[in-house]
């Protein structure tokens, strides 16, 4: 196993935990020095907070742990492609390098709808590694919204 995949595979461990609150399965792992230093899963709908992403979870957490608001040598590891709020909040924390697990076709804004970790106007641009245990990431969203549809169908069928 590569260190990104071991660290891939202690973000999909947060994405858990964010299906089992029934939220979207997104994990987040912020890894300074070869150390985890911050996890994050998203919480949205539990805290009832728009701001609760994985990737903001774990940035606001890694930040305690630095001392500071940049991460500028610190690698993070998401299961999902970030949107913009997240990779906004990515640039301006100076986080070199992003490890993505699977792409978002629908929100994402490291490359599929845009990129705004490579504006070259902006004065940080971030490093970016794709794929990485991309099937399980992947699969756990997959599965997520698949019950999401069965579990709907079946309160319609039972409120008839």
Known sequence: MTEEERYMKEAIRQARKAGKLNEVPIGCVIVRDGKIIARGYNRRNTDLNT???AELQAIRKASRVVGDWRLEDCVMYITLEPCQMCAGA????RIPKVVIGSRNPKAGCAGSVLDLLHVPAFNHQV???EGV???E???LLVSFFRELRQKKK?????NR
């Open 154 to 158: 079946a309160n319609e069928l039972t």
């Open 127 to 129: 490093e970016l590694e």
């Open 137 to 139: 990431c992947s699969e």
């Open 90 to 93: 990515i640039v301006q924390a």
């Open 51 to 53: 701001l609760a992403h």
């Open 133 to 135: 245990l991309k099937e």
